[in-house]
């Protein structure tokens, strides 16, 4: 049996100041890993706290390096996670081309796909229009994403959906959608008048969804959608979040601010600022699974499994199979760097602009030289 063990690890340091040695342990007994609780990020009097930018320890599960197989084996601790199987009427097999990344026609689309253990698509709700209380279940695994789902109950109907699960969100937990309009129980406990104050203390909370106007600025969402009536599109992977950066809105007289235009401004991670509706969809929380960019999967076979086959490098290639094979050393003949298939693969020719791509091929230098031998030749 693989025997883990708990080590304290920081993003981008190999060891933690004096002060998080103090506040965590460097090395429990050896026995399986508990859950536990982050400092911060978590659930404060009903509403969710913002992630803040410093740096925090985290805790890795590592294992006694029995095997070469589990000697750089690195996991994030997920005891949470539900151990049996999916809920199978909101799941499909993934099976035929798709599996080895060819398309309709059986062309190769997504090169190093293939192989891997047998998987289940599981369908989730990234629209959300049923409003009311759901309860979560549990939280699942899902071989499809990094982030992890959950499992919703609709208390009324008793019918079950997955969503994108929270980071902290735990089975028990209840939420809300609130994208196709207020409740009436609600806003008579606002007294029958919208303010935007109390409706965000009552609505805002983590793994609640709502519009994006009903969001107060500055706070951290994901599943976020770009059109009104369409699904979520961004920050739906692992640890992922966007910020609300402002909203067009008017005061009133008695102070109130009310959404006057059809547009909210939101901040990706990349430092991209979006405008997308205000009657698109936000998830209030982050993403699930932030540990997932600190795992480690410590064996080629690993990587099999999920489906993952290897890359080979073009300069390790024969010249009929890449621009850069062939030869005697490691060299890819002083050529620029490109794609199988001739595209230039640096320099920025994926995010330039299109009137700017391949103007490296001619230089200003050698393309007034051309201009001098035509008025010569004049």
């Known amino acids: 049996m693989l025997q883990p063990r708990l080590r304290p690890l920081v993003a981008g340091f190999t060891s933690l100041p004096s002060i998080c040695h103090r506040a965590l342990p460097l090395r429990t007994a050896r026995s399986y890993a508990t859950e536990t609780q982050r400092i911060t990020g978590e659930e404060s009097g009903g509403t969710f706290v913002a992630p803040s930018d410093t740096i925090e320890p985290v805790l890795m599960r590592t294992y006694k390096p029995r095997t070469p197989g589990v000697r750089h084996l690195k996991r994030p601790i997920n005891d949470h996670l539900w151990k049996g199987r999916p809920y199978l009427p909101l799941t499909f097999p993934k099976k035929g081309h798709g599996k080895g990344g060819r398309n309709h026609s059986g062309r190769v689309t997504v090169r190093h796909r293939g192989g891997g253990h047998k998987r289940r698509i599981r369908t989730v709700d990234f629209k959300r229009f049923r409003p009311g209380p759901h309860l979560v279940e549990r939280i699942e695994y899902d071989p499809g994403r990094s982030a992890h789902i959950a499992l919703l109950t609709e208390r009324a109907t008793g019918d079950k959906s997955y969503i994108v699960a929270a980071e902290g969100m735990r089975a028990g937990d209840v939420v809300q959608s609130y994208r196709s309009g207020i409740p009436q129980d609600l806003l008579d406990s606002m007294g029958g008048v919208v303010d935007p104050g109390i409706l965000a203390a009552?609505?805002?909370?983590?793994?609640?969804?709502?519009?994006?106007?009903?969001?107060?600025?500055?706070?951290?969402?994901?599943?976020?959608?770009?059109?009104?009536?369409?699904?979520?599109?961004?920050?739906?992977?692992?640890?992922?979040?966007?910020?609300?950066?402002?909203?067009?809105?008017?005061?009133?007289?008695?102070?109130?601010?009310?959404?006057?235009?059809?547009?909210?401004?939101?901040?990706?991670q990349s430092g991209e600022i979006r405008k997308v509706s205000k009657d698109a969809c936000a998830t209030v929380g982050v993403a699930s699974n932030i540990m997932h960019q600190f795992r480690q999967l410590g064996k080629a076979g690993r990587?099999?499994?999920?489906?993952?086959?290897?890359?080979?490098?073009?300069?390790?290639?024969?010249?009929?199979?890449?621009?850069?094979?062939?030869?005697?050393?490691?060299?890819?003949?002083?050529?620029?760097?490109?794609?199988?298939?001739?595209?230039?693969?640096?320099?920025?020719?994926?995010?330039?602009?299109?009137?700017?791509?391949?103007?490296?091929?001619?230089?200003?230098?050698?393309?007034?030289?051309?201009?001098?031998?035509?008025?010569?030749?004049?």
């Open 202 to 268: 009552k609505t805002a909370w983590r793994g609640n969804c709502l519009p994006m106007h009903m969001i107060p600025v500055g706070t951290s969402v994901y599943n976020v959608g770009s059109k009104a009536d369409g699904p979520a599109v961004f920050c739906r992977s692992a640890g992922t979040y966007a910020t609300i950066v402002s909203k067009e809105e008017e005061t009133r007289d008695d102070g109130t601010k009310v959404m006057t235009g059809k547009h909210v401004i939101v901040r990706l």
């Open 303 to 378: 990587s099999r499994w999920l489906n993952i086959r290897p890359t080979v490098r073009g300069v390790a290639m024969n010249s009929n199979d890449h621009p850069h094979g062939g030869g005697r050393g490691k060299s890819k003949g002083h050529k620029h760097p490109v794609s199988p298939w001739g595209q230039p693969a640096k320099g920025g020719f994926k995010t330039r602009k299109t009137n700017n791509i391949n103007k490296w091929v001619v230089t200003p230098r050698v393309r007034n030289m051309g201009k001098r031998r035509d008025k010569n030749a004049s």
